[in-house]
């Protein structure tokens, strides 16, 4: 049969509307393809970046680094409560990093729920975001940023949708850390080693050195620790260093490190401290010594002296672990239990 003229006028082959919406639907379908790959590519990035590290710090320097084009910050602090002692770690692209610490160690008393944000006290211009990153809600990662910082609510969506990304790695790495701490720390004490003071040493010289910060070593060394261990025994001496360590380890700083360097001695490391807080938090330390009351019959209460040294430029760590050995003999000459410097 033939077609009547003027036919295809009256029945038009191809729905009017359906031939305009299709290019719409069409942009939108390679404007969600091309968002899908930019998800893809920056998850990619992330992963190869987090892959190069088994370490905390270096790992969330990394997850700092790598979020910084997409969210400007001054602080990024990840802290991992699941274990007798909560693991830190932070990178910081600022000047003013020991009141950013201060103000992150006030948010971090405890694990989080939900998102956490406000304004950072003291900062007018300084505000933060807190998130619980694992399932259990035993992770909080913890940001610092700038009111002013362009495309904050992309790059906190940005953030947010990689958070799973980083939990695994972050776990593997916690697992690691806990094998690798076994043979860094003392059985006794759970206190870290000389091997790992000494690492530590080096790096936190560099840091005071680059940066010009106050540096402190602190040598100590317990008073009438050997009565103990001859008069009551070694079950009694290992009793008491361990009562010591913990009441030491509940007036560390995070950003300090206290080792156990052998027998009755130990060290501290005070980053970004002055002399004057060191000597402060070292009196401190001398009175809960004696407050713990421990002693052999017939012997004085164990007591601990404590010898201290400022770093000053160019200085190295055996010249500045002589100075502060040579405090340490000047606080036992004087009568023991006290501070030198």
């Not at 992963?47 to 910084?68: K, N, Q």
């Not at 990689?162 to 850390?177: F, S």
């Not at 003071?197 to 680059?210: W, Y």
């Not at 002399?275 to 012997?299: D, F, G, K, T, Y």
Request: hydrophobic share 40%; charged share 20%.
């Amino acid at each position: 049969m033939g077609v009547a003229a003027g036919s295809l006028h009256r029945r038009p082959l191809v729905n009017p509307v359906l031939f305009a919406r299709y290019p719409v639907d069409m942009i939108e379908e390679l404007q969600e393809y091309k968002r899908q790959t930019e998800r893809l590519g920056r998850s990619y990035e992330l992963h190869r970046r987090l892959a190069e590290t088994l370490d905390l710090c270096a790992m969330v320097e990394a997850f700092s680094h790598w979020l910084m084009p997409y969210l400007t910050h001054q602080l990024l602090v990840y802290r991992h409560f699941d274990s007798p002692v909560p693991s830190t770690a932070y990178a910081c692209h600022t000047e003013s990093r020991e009141a950013l610490l201060s103000a992150a160690a006030d948010l971090l008393q405890a694990p989080v729920e939900k998102t956490i944000h406000g304004r950072v006290a003291g900062h007018y211009r300084l505000f933060y975001h807190g998130w619980s990153v694992s399932p259990e809600q035993q992770d909080i990662l913890l940001l610092f940023h700038a009111e002013s910082s362009t495309q904050i609510g992309t790059g906190i969506k940005i953030l947010e949708g990689v958070l799973p990304d980083l939990y695994g790695p972050l776990q593997r790495t916690l697992a690691y850390e806990a094998l690798y701490n076994q043979a860094r720390r003392d059985a006794l004490t759970g206190l870290v080693n000389r091997r790992v003071f000494e690492e530590r040493i080096t790096l936190e010289l560099a840091k005071a050195e680059r940066y010009h910060q106050p540096l402190v070593l602190a040598c100590l060394d317990l008073d009438h620790f050997k009565a103990i261990n001859d008069r009551l025994g070694h079950a009694e001496g290992d009793a008491a260093l361990k009562q010591v360590s913990q009441a030491f380890t509940a007036m560390v700083r995070d950003t300090d490190l206290l080792a156990r360097m052998g027998g009755d001695e130990f060290a501290m490391i005070l980053p970004n401290t002055t002399l004057e807080n060191a000597q402060q938090l070292m009196n401190r330390l001398c009175q809960v010594v004696a407050s713990l009351n421990i002693r052999a019959p017939n012997a004085p209460p164990l007591g601990v002296s404590i010898g201290l040294a400022c770093w000053q430029p160019g200085c190295s760590y055996s010249m500045l672990s002589e100075q502060a050995d040579a405090a340490l003999y000047r606080a036992k000459a004087a009568g023991r239990s006290q501070v030198s410097h």
